[in-house]
């Protein structure tokens, strides 16, 4: 992006933003694309409805804890919520799965 603005210093900085802004819709769109259909069996207890506060596994327990940090959060719309993990533990994915999944969008709605 560096030599974008370098090349574009002699426009205007209006027309340089709208350029910018345009370039960066449109590689968030690609990388958005790109990403292989998600996965509804790999995060689907993020998601799902049903009450999993029975489950007694470390992992149930661990999830059930990510689960209401989220939605708690999107309930509440304030500040970032940060996912983290290593390349290739399926952040991306997690993330068109949550862009498309419509129990989500609907308490995403609330703001």
């Known amino acids: 992006m560096d030599s974008l603005t370098h090349a574009g210093q002699g426009l205007s900085g209006a027309k340089s933003r709208a350029i910018m802004d345009r370039l960066r ?3 968030l769109s690609e990388r958005f694309e790109s990403i292989t259909e998600a996965e509804e069996r790999t995060f689907g207890w993020l998601l799902d409805e049903e009450d999993d506060s029975n489950r007694s596994s470390p992992s149930a327990s661990v999830h059930r804890l990510a689960k209401e940090s989220l939605l708690r959060w999107v309930e509440q719309g304030e500040g970032f919520y940060y996912i983290s ?7 991306s994915t997690l993330m068109k799965l949550i862009c498309n999944h419509a129990s ?3 308490r995403a709605a609330a703001w």
């Open 25 to 27: 819709l449109q590689a």
């Open 104 to 106: 989500f969008l609907q």
């Open 85 to 91: 993990g290593k390349p290739g533990a399926g952040k």
